[in-house]
């Protein structure tokens, strides 16, 4: 399965010269948790509504004048669009982070993958195949109850 069949499209992003109140803004007015950063098209960065406010409020800074390059995390850790789903698990526990940027052959954004997004999606697998085993067993096999032949 590869792994832009289960991303986020589009990401949305904002450019390293915007400032954190715009970064907030966006995110508030989207109902996210982070942004990717973007130079012509290609991530550079990721700034989450953690990283606005720890380094925000703690270090006293002016969410106006603050670019969000300033505060974006870097570098960036991504994934290109045609690599499986156990290589964005195997990047994201390799790496510490929560969110996967997809790029396309060229280092382009084509969107997004969280942590959340893929467990979202193993529960929902898991789901179904609970459902097909238990449609598989006889009706005398109750919960875990054994069947007497």
Known sequence: MPIDDYCEKPAVTILGNETVRTAAQRMKLGGLGSLVVVADGRPTGIVTDRDLVIETLCNRLDPGSVRVDEIAS??????EQQRTVGD???LIRHHAVRRLPVVD???DLVGIVSADDLLSMAATQLSGLNAAIRAQRPSGDLEGRQSPC
Do not use: D, M, S
């Not at 870097?74 to 994934?79: A, F, G, K, N």
């Open 74 to 79: 870097h570098p960036l850790v991504t994934i």
């Open 88 to 90: 964005a698990i195997r």
């Open 105 to 107: 052959e060229k280092g």
